[in-house]
């Protein structure tokens, strides 16, 4: 019988990446997610029956159990860049990956691999990065032989990143970020997928390590990027922090008096992880360790950011037709 990975968050933006690598290698997929209901097209990354959702709430104990059950590798990719009601940092980047690790050991679980994120720390002033490093202790210390890999801001089809401000670039003239002079790293999801699939079939040797796209760029040099692939001219407007951090203070009351309904689009978190370079340290592991040669942006964000673009597909003729008349 083929052999069972786990995968927490499976069904999400970098699980579904991983589900669909794991199904190809031949593995029954596993893909535990709060609804499994709306997880349904995993299905499809398999033949009929390898791939399954089934239902985990990574803060119940029970259910993160039965989830794991026969498995020989586990993968956690859960993780929020806000909180919301129950589903805290706390509860999901640092108790929640502590959780899957003690019970995957207690199960004999061969190999475990957790997706953390660059920047993680516990002497950072944001929770999100002070959680996530409190989750990677809590791996090693039920699983030292687990991978923990530490991707830089992940970019694909499906981010929250690009298609998040090209969605902004829409609504005026002028496009406000916060740390418009911040370093990133973006990396592809499908390469952060395939370091994943080493690490859960024991070809990569246990240990941290840092993934970084080709590239590093400052936050605005992304968004210039972005903005010349969807043919806009915007003018790219840096808020600065003192404003960002009242701004992100007022959405906070905004979203408590609302109880929710109000979404908050920038947090003061946010905030502080906007202040500090989002790139590879230096000495770190990373892909050249792992094998794999990191994609570039240019080749891959050219093939989702088209819908942005004034004329959508079309944008590409509309030119051609304007240097024709030319």
């Known amino acids: 019988m083929s052999r069972l ?10 699980g579904r990446y991983i589900t669909r ?11 535990a997610t709060r609804e499994p209901d709306e997880a349904l097209f995993v299905r499809t990354y398999g033949e009929v029956g390898q791939v399954e959702p089934v239902p ?43 959780r899957i690790a003690r019970l995957a050991a207690a199960e004999g679980i061969e190999h475990m691999v957790h997706i953390s994120a660059i920047g993680a720390s516990a002497e950072s002033d944001s929770d999100y990065a002070r959680t996530k490093a409190a989750g990677e202790a809590g791996v090693l210390r039920h699983m030292p032989n687990a991978v923990i890999l530490r991707p830089s801001v992940i970019f694909g089809p499906e981010d929250e990143f690009f298609n998040r401000f090209a969605t902004m670039s829409r609504l005026g003239p002028v496009l406000s970020i916060v740390g418009a002079e911040t ?7 499908d390469d952060v997928a395939q370091a994943a699939v080493l690490g859960a079939t024991g070809q990569a040797a246990p240990g941290i390590y840092e993934l970084g796209g080709p590239d590093v760029d ?35 009351v905004a979203e408590k008096l609302s109880f929710g309904i109000i979404g908050a689009p920038l947090t003061l ?57 030319a």
Request: with cysteine.
């Open 56 to 98: 985990c709430n990574l803060r119940h104990e029970e259910s993160v159990k039965a989830a794991m059950h026969g498995a020989d590798a586990v993968i956690n990719c859960v993780g929020v860049l806000a909180e919301h009601g129950k589903n805290t940092f706390e509860a999901l980047q640092a108790e929640g990956p502590e």
């Open 183 to 189: 370093r990133f790293q973006p990396v592809y999801v």
């Open 218 to 252: 400052s936050f605005r040099e992304l968004m210039e990027m972005m903005l010349r692939i969807i043919r806009r001219r915007r003018l790219i407007h840096d808020m600065g922090f003192g404003p960002a951090r009242l701004m992100a203070r007022a959405f906070g």
């Open 5 to 14: 990975v786990t995968i927490y968050g499976g069904s999400g933006f970098v």
């Open 269 to 325: 978190d946010q905030v502080k992880n906007l202040a500090t370079d989002n790139v590879v340290s230096d000495g770190a592991r990373g892909f050249a360790e792992l094998g794999i040669t990191p994609t570039s942006m240019e080749a891959v964000l050219p093939e989702y950011l088209w819908r942005y673009r004034p004329s959508g597909q079309y944008e590409t003729l509309t030119e051609s037709a304007r240097n024709l008349n």
């Open 21 to 31: 690598r794991m199904a190809k290698l031949g593995w029954r997929v596993r893909v």
